[in-house]
């Protein structure tokens, strides 16, 4: 009932081990959901893993800047990729076969990305963490068709932070993203490039993308959608493409920008012997470094870590079984394995790296987030493939926003199975965890939450600069079988003098390829404080 990748390397234990609890009835259930046990066909080169590749750094992208603005090109493409030796896989990828350049952007810069789509199939980028008007967010309403080239346009305007870039095509992101489309974003600002931080980008500032796959004995990438839990879950381990990847380190300390860029699996990053200084999670610095002996990351979580090396050693980055916090799930996502992940190779003398420190960025008062400014609250539940009862609908809007409201959203994963809740636009702080405030490697800001099961996440929000009332943003479960399912809603941020309700959106607001069929205006007048059980299934 193991799934393949287990006991292929140490493994830390943290904490009990819950599936070791459960009985053989359970267990067999909890497999057959899970749609694990060994996978029939599938080639299981991490067994004996050599860590003897060089980790792929992606590129920078390439951008000129035309009348003040920074314009970066993006071709989404079909390719073949080497994920094991002598195997050909068909792979997509952006200006490559596989994943994309990273951007790289300021703080204050105007920038725009063509985005060319030379695949067969509709796709779209959304810029994931980024803080920009919602026909820019590349979500399931700005699809790119076959040929097009879509040119989203705006302002940097929020801290330094490792973000990414991914397609969001209505019913088929799990897709596009486990074919390859992704990339990073980063983003400076003063307050970032002053830091005391390893910072050559590559060299000991080093992107890591983080990602499964399942190979068949074709050679071709499997997506296992068989409707089971949580997804696919692969047994071929991969940094930024490279499987079994090393990287040789000569500094001290060396900077991680850890990305999950899996569709299902959540991860627990860390090294057997020593603690990470966790200085960043998705919406950037934290106010001091944190140290941890791992970050757990669900898909479309980042955290930025700095770990210490001794000359001549080599250290591998280890995903550990997942700790739950004590709430008993049969499985999470992927979070019972545990196996290496990419091996670092310190230098027989390492360039002095100071301990990582910085002064809070000038804008760091702009930037705060008060509860105390709080006007609405929200609940979301997630349950099924749902969110308060309804399945994603393109037509339908489930919250309308005024701009420049603070608001609290209460989140809970209701049954016993963990989500991973991500809200477009905005980086959120973590006000409470079940009534308790969060560790402090979550203290920062965010875009995106593992849910802990049948926890109740008390965030904090607040939605500047953009109004549209035509042009939705999603939130969702990065599980991204989930989100492609349904568990997805939209929110239009509007002027407060909008009288808008939930229901449908206006004519003439922008569509994507797919028609859903036009949900009913219910419910107007929305209770803000209650749970929204209106709506219909799709
Ligand atoms: Cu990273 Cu709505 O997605
Ligand atoms: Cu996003
Ligand atoms: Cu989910």
């Known amino acids: 009932m193991t799934h393949p990748i287990e006991n292929r390397v140490p493994r830390r234990v943290r904490g009990r081990n819950r599936v070791a609890g459960l009985t053989a009835a359970a267990l067999a259930a909890v497999a057959a959901l899970a749609g694990c046990g060994a996978i029939p066909g599938t080639v299981n080169p991490v067994a004996d893993q050599e860590f003897s590749s060089p980790l792929a750094i992606p590129p920078l992208a390439d951008s000129r800047v035309v009348d003040g603005t920074r314009v970066f090109e993006l071709t989404a493409q079909e390719g ?49 963490g980024m803080h920009l008007p919602a026909a820019m967010d590349g979500g399931p309403h700005q699809e790119v068709d076959p040929g097009a080239t879509w040119r989203p346009e705006w302002e940097i305007d929020q801290p330094a932070a490792t973000l990414w870039y991914h397609p969001h095509p209505h019913g088929t992101t ?75 380190v000569t500094t001290e300390r060396v900077r991680l920008r850890l990305l999950n860029g899996s569709t299902a699996r959540t991860y627990d990053l860390g090294f057997e012997d020593r603690d990470v200084d966790v200085v960043a999670t998705d919406g950037g610095l934290l106010e001091a470094p944190v140290p941890a002996p791992s970050v757990r990351l669900a898909p479309g979580e980042r955290a930025e870590v700095v770990v210490r090396m001794q000359p001549g050693e080599t250290l591998r980055l ?5 700790d739950l916090g004590g709430v008993a799930v049969p499985f999470a996502m992927g979070g019972n394995d545990a196996f290496d992940v990419l091996e670092l190779r310190a230098a027989s003398t390492l360039a002095p790296s100071p301990a990582p420190s910085w002064e809070p960025s000038s804008h760091a008062a702009d930037d705060e987030l008060h509860e105390a400014d709080a006007t609405v609250t929200r609940k979301f539940e997630l349950n099924d493939r749902s969110i308060n009862g309804k399945e994603m609908d393109m037509s339908r809007v489930d919250d309308v926003v005024t701009v ?103 004519d003439g607001s922008q569509h994507g390829e797919h028609d859903h069929g036009a949900a009913p205006a219910e419910g107007s007048g929305p209770d803000l404080t209650a749970v929204s059980g209106h709506g219909g299934h799709g």
Not at 318 to 322: G, N, P, T
Not at 455 to 470: C, H, I, S
């Open 404 to 506: 420049g409201n603070t608001e609290v959203w209460e989140v809970r994963s209701s049954q016993p199975m963990p989500h991973s809740f991500h809200v477009h636009d905005v980086q959120f702080q973590i006000l409470t965890v079940d009534g308790k405030a969060p560790p402090a490697t979550l203290a920062g800001r965010k875009d995106t939450i593992y849910l802990e099961p049948q926890r109740t996440y008390r965030l904090l929000l607040r939605f500047e600069d953009y109004a549209d009332p035509e042009t939705p943003y999603m939130y969702h479960c990065h599980m991204l079988l989930h989100e492609d399912q349904g568990m997805m809603g939209q929110f239009v941020v509007v002027e407060p003098e909008d009288d808008r309700q939930v229901g449908q959106l206006p």
């Open 174 to 248: 799990e897709e596009h993203v486990y074919r390859g489309l992704a990339g990073m974003f980063i983003l400076d600002d003063d307050a970032s490039r002053a830091a005391t931080l390893p910072q050559e980008y590559g060299v000991d500032d080093v992107p890591v993308i983080v990602q499964d796959k399942r190979i068949g004995n074709d050679g071709e990438l499997e997506l296992g959608n068989d409707g089971g839990e949580p997804g696919t879950l692969g047994d071929v381990v991969m940094t930024n493409g490279t499987v079994g990847a090393f990287h040789d």
């Open 318 to 322: 280890q995903s550990f079984e997942v």
């Open 80 to 128: 073949t990729s080497s994920f094991l030796p002598g195997v050909e896989t068909t792979t997509w990828g952006f200006d490559g076969a596989y994943l994309g350049p990273t951007l790289r952007a300021e703080r204050g810069e105007r920038v725009a990305v063509e985005v060319t789509n030379d695949l067969r199939a509709t796709t779209s980028v959304h810029w994931h």
